[in-house]
């Protein structure tokens, strides 16, 4: 018998160990915006650098085309930015709601106004809104108006505001375009004035009324299907219900002394007799002056009714006033009041030099913005029209009126409290 060895079985081949798994490795580099900003850049360079080499003509209209690009971008910002209105005069508080906002800010002279804003004055506060094609706006205090039409173009400009209740003063430029529009809203009726014209225009939603005073030039009030013309010195009165009446008014006296600003140094302010004197008004019979201390005559010092053009008032002491001459005719019926003017009264003092200087102009269209500096407390006149605002530390910024093409000599005459004055000027050059 014979014997074997049993053989071992059979057994499937063990799976490779864990650790042996092929494995796929990934390496890369960072690379930051800036490098490839700088690689584009040198990229850039080089392929203008070959065309200015090989081919220089290919070089300029490339130059061409890009320059052109940019400028077009930068005329048109330019271009939305100068046809915005904007205010070049702010006197007290002055406020603004813009179409697409909820609260009210405070304005200043950088800030634009577009359609649908709301501009406030508050108590005391005046306003002088200037639109790209010359047109001003000076909303009167305690006025509220919205900005309706702003569309000012190269051939023709189309300006509106509508107020809501108070008073605006329109004065309207000589335009290029015939097509030209300029207007002042109230309820259902619209005041387009024409060129070269001024008017004031109110309306009281309490009395149900409003009226409008054509004091230069001529316009056009509409209201419905009814279309009345206005002359220089004609007032139409426009009841909310009720036919529209039209009249001639008495137009107001032209002051003459004291001018407007002017410094009155004398001995003894109380007893110095001060001359008023203004432009006889030929169908007056009388006239009413009035002198105050604010410049919305809340607290007045003296009125008088005189029946010339001139008269001669004492008892005021040294200070800052206001006055104003309404012309009365023998209806007894009242002119509007004249413009306003300001004059200090200063005792005699020893004279002496003040500090008055031109920093800086800038042309916003046809007016000038004068920049400057003088004493704080000083008297300030611009080619005869007062600056109002000069601040604590005497810096002043200034927007004249509207100025024709040309050349202009800028007068700034000044006037301290020690009786100093001092006169600085400055040429500006209006484009044609």
Sequence with gaps: MTTQTPTEPKRAPAPPAPNKVPRLEVYWTAVTYKTVAVYLVLLAAIVFAALYLIIPEWYSVAYRKVSSAISS???????????????????????????????????????????????????????????????????????????????????????????????VDLATPSWSSPDSKAAVNVEDTSAQLR?????????DPGKKESEIVVSSGSAEVQRGQEKVELGQWQKLNIPNSGPITKSDVLAPPELSAPRNLEPLIVDNPKTAPIRFEWKAIPDAVAYDIRISTTAMFTKMVKEAKVSGWST??????????FWNVTAIDAKKQSSEVSETFKFTLVAQGKSQEMLLEITGTQLHGRVAEIIGRTEPGAALIVNGQPVPNIAADG???????????????????????????AKQQVSIVVPR
């Design 73 to 167: 971008s930068d005329t048109e910002s330019v271009s939305i930015s100068s046809t915005q209105a904007k205010f070049v005069n702010l006197d007290g508080k002055v406020q603004v709601k813009k179409v697409n906002s909820v609260q009210w800010v405070d304005a200043d002279y950088r800030t634009t106004l577009d359609k649908g804003d709301l501009v406030q004055t508050i108590n005391d506060a005046v306003a002088r809104i200037y639109f790209a094609d010359g047109t001003t706006y000076t909303v009167k205090s305690d006025t509220l108006v919205t900005v309706e039409e702003n569309n000012v173009q190269r051939d023709r400009s189309n300006t509106a505001v509508r107020i809501n209740t108070g008073s």
């Design 195 to 203: 060129q070269n014209s001024r008017a004031t225009v109110k309306t």
């Design 312 to 321: 001669e008032i004492t008892g005021l002491d040294a200070g800052d006033y």
């Design 395 to 421: 810096s002043f910024r200034h927007f004249t009126e509207p100025l024709t093409a040309g050349e202009h000599t800028i007068v700034v005459i000044g006037q301290n409290r020690r009786g100093g004055t």
